[in-house]
C-alpha cells in the first residue's frame, strides 16, 4: 500500500517537470521494461512461469560501446534477473531492443563462480579490443545481500568474444562492507602495460590491478570517504539519504607529458572533486605513503553528487549529476571552478537518474538513464517509459557550454617567430580564460556572431603549459597578428 502511494505522489511531481527537455542528446533505445533474446518463445514463456525472469525486477545500470554492440547491465537486485551481462546491435531497428546474453547464455549463470557472471555494474572497453567486467559475486542489495561467489576480474576478447583472464580479488583487497560498482582501465604503450582501478564506494578504497604482473593492491585515503553534509538527496519528487556511499565517479585523462594519466574521482555522497596520478595507483608500494600525492581538485557544491564519469580525448570530463537530472562537463585546462563546471543537457523527465555515460571510439557520447530511486524505494510505472539510452557526438553536446573552449594544446608551439595566432573563444569562456593559461587578453571586435574574439600574446619570454615547452625567446612586440577560428 506504501508503495503505491509513493508511485502516485512520483507520478504527480513527474507531471509538473515541463522546465528541462533535452535539447542536445538523442534518444536511441527506451524500454518501459528490459526483455531478454531467449532461444525460443517456449523457452522464453516458461523462464517467466518459474521466475526465472521477472521483468519488473530488471534495472538496467551500465552500458558501454564496441563497434556495433551497446552493452547493458544488469544486477541481480531481485529475483527473475536471467542475466546480468548483455548487449543490443546498436543498428536495431527497434527502439526496445531485447538484451542478447554477452558472450552467451552459459556465461550468465549465477552461482556459478569459475564460469559464470553473478552480478556486473559498469564495465569498461579498451584500445586493445578487450571487455573489462568486474563480478561482485553477489546477490540482492542492501540487507539482502548474498556473496555466492568473490568479487573477480572476467576479461574478454572482444574479438572472439571469449573470456582470456579471470582474476580473484585477494581477500585484502576487500573488507566486510565492501561494495564495488565501477572499473576505470588505463592503457600504456602496450596493450601488455595495462591497469585497472575499482572503486570501493562503501569499504572506502581503490584497488589497483596489474595485467602484467596478474596481481592486485588497495589503496585507503580520507578522501575516499562520504562527506557528512551530502548524504541527504531529492530525486524524482523521493527524498532519501545515502549518506554512507564513498568513492564511486573515476574517469582518466588522457596520458600526460610524464607518461602517466590523472585519475579523477569522487564519493557518492560529496560535491569534491579529487585527482591523483597514475604514476602513483601503478605502484603497490605507494600504498604505505601517498598521503599527499591525492590532491583536491574543486567543488560542484550543492547536489553536485556523481556516479559514473568519462573524460574524452581533449581532456573535457563529462559526469553524470544524479540529483539534477543532467549531464555536466568540465574542461581539464581550465580551473575547477563554478564559471568553468556547465551542463550539456537537460531533462527532467528523460534524464532521471542517468546512471552511466561513456564515450566511444567515434567520439560519440553514451548516456543511460533508469530511474534507480523510484524502482528502488517507490514502483515504476510499467505503462510508462523507465530506462533511456541517448547519444550525440562530443562536439555538438559541447557547443555553447563553458567547455567547449579550444584545447590548449593548440598553443603549444605558440610563438614560432612571426605566427602567433588570433584564437576566437565562445563568451561564456571569457571570465575563465586570463586566469589560467597566463597571458596577457584583450576583446577585440568579435568576427562571429557568437564569438568574441581575444587577443593573445605572452607577457614573459618563456612558458611552459601543459607540460610542452613553448620556447619563447623574443619580446611580444616581434609578432604579427594572422586569424584562426577554432
Known sequence: MLGKFFNIIYLLLLSTYVANAVTKLREKFLWNAVNFEY?????????????????????????EVYNEKLFVT?????????????????????????LIPYPNWQANKAGDCENGLTTVYRIKVD????????????????????????????????????????????????????????????????CDDAYAYFSDELGYGLIAYSWLENTSWRFTHSFFMPDPLSGDFNIAGLNFQWGEEGIF?????????????????NPLASGHEFSVSTRILRNKTAVEDSY?????????????????AVMDK????????????????????LPYTPENLDVVDSDDV???????????????????????PVFLIANLDFRDVNFRVYTTTVSEVLANTACAQPSLNSLDGYGALGSPKFYSFPISAKPALP???????????????KYAGYDVSPKLPSYNIGGSKTGYRNEPTAFSYSYVTI
Open 74 to 98: 544488469v544486477p541481480r537486485w531481485r529475483a527473475g534477473i536471467p542475466s546480468t551481462l548483455n548487449y543490443v546491435p546498436i543498428d536495431s531497428p527497434d527502439l526496445s531492443p531485447r
Open 350 to 372: 528523460g534524464l532521471v537518474f542517468p546512471s552511466d555515460v561513456k564515450i566511444d571510439r567515434n567520439e560519440n557520447i553514451w548516456v543511460m538513464s533508469d530511474r534507480m
Open 435 to 449: 586566469k589560467f593559461i597566463g597571458y596577457d587578453v584583450a576583446p577585440v571586435k568579435s568576427i562571429l556572431p
Open 292 to 308: 599527499h600525492d591525492f590532491k583536491v581538485v574543486g567543488t560542484r557544491g550543492k547536489d553536485g553528487h556523481v556516479t559514473a
Open 127 to 190: 584500445e586493445c579490443d578487450r571487455l573489462w567486467v568486474l563480478d561482485t559475486g553477489t546477490t540482492g542489495i542492501g540487507n539482502t545481500t548474498q556473496n555466492p561467489c568473490p568479487y573477480a576480474l572476467n576479461v574478454f576478447d572482444l574479438k572472439t568474444d571469449t573470456r582470456i583472464r579471470r582474476y580473484v580479488f585477494r581477500p585484502e583487497d576487500t573488507n566486510a562492507n565492501t561494495f564495488i560498482a565501477n572499473i576505470a582501465v588505463d592503457i600504456g604503450a602496450t
Open 39 to 63: 532461444p525460443d518463445r517456449q523457452t522464453w514463456l516458461h523462464a517467466l512461469s518459474v521466475g526465472d525472469f521477472i521483468p519488473e525486477n530488471n534495472l538496467p545500470v551500465g552500458i
Open 314 to 333: 581533449n581532456g573535457v570530463l563529462f559526469y553524470n549529476l544524479v540529483s539534477r537530472n543532467s549531464i555536466g562537463c568540465w574542461n581539464s585546462r
Open 249 to 265: 565517479g573515476m574517469a582518466l585523462s588522457p596520458i600526460q607529458p610524464d607518461g602517466y594519466r590523472t585519475m579523477f574521482f
